[in-house]
């Protein structure tokens, strides 16, 4: 496959344009009439020079999108709410879901500590995780309020618990009482999940 100075150009395609009555060669990809999805990455139109041209005057990635599909397509986090297929040498660790991350990274970070783990410690996330499925809606709202991520264990869940009364606490905040409903919701959310079998 040969490209030259006109960016994706493939000179050694054989197909024929697709515009209309066209006999030039489609030596350039264009995005074709089924979109990219679930049931595969979709298909593709060739065109000439010519008509890639006049095609790409005229494309509009966000036609018939609304005014909020138009924002959330611009975000940088766009396709990362979204579980998507990793490739792993080590069958035992524990896939990131990466819907339940704000921050691509911070998934990567939990795919990587979970490879380096133990077969004991592999074995006690695996737990935690079948454990976690578990949890009832109520239950996933408190480990939101407490900010804990999928796979936390309980001693996360102190953690996140301490240093957010901590930041309520009436005394840490000069007398101020407004927070203190924050801080119940907290006390709620902690007493709740530290009853579960995710955090035992």
């Not at 994706?8 to 030596?27: A, F, H, I, N, T």
């Not at 911070?106 to 077969?119: E, F, L, Q, Y």
């Not at 074995?123 to 999928?150: I, V, Y």
Request: hydrophobic residues 35%.
């Amino acid at each position: 496959m040969k490209h030259d100075r006109f960016h994706g150009r493939v000179q050694s395609s054989q197909r024929l344009c697709d515009w209309p009555e066209c006999e030039d060669k489609g030596e350039f990809r264009a995005p074709g009439p089924v979109p990219p999805g679930f049931d595969g990455p979709g298909n593709y139109r060739w065109f000439c020079l010519e008509h890639i041209r006049q095609f790409n005057s005229g494309y509009d990635y966000f036609a018939g999108m609304t005014a909020d599909d138009i924002l959330a397509a611009q975000s940088p986090l766009h396709g990362w709410e979204r579980e998507s297929r990793v490739f792993r040498a080590d069958p035992f660790a524990q896939n990131p879901r990466w819907a339940d991350f704000g921050d691509p990274l911070d998934a990567i970070g939990a795919h990587m500590r979970a490879r380096i783990r133990t077969p004991e410690q592999q074995a006690a996330a695996r737990a935690r995780s079948a454990a976690m499925a578990t949890l009832n809606p109520e239950q996933r709202r408190a480990m939101d309020l407490l900010g804990l991520t999928p796979g936390a264990d309980r001693k996360a869940l102190r953690t996140c618990y301490s240093e957010l009364v901590r930041r309520y606490h009436p005394d840490r905040n000069g007398g101020d009482r407004s927070f203190e409903a924050k801080l119940q919701g907290v006390v709620e959310a902690y007493q709740l999940l530290k009853k579960t079998a995710a955090f035992a």
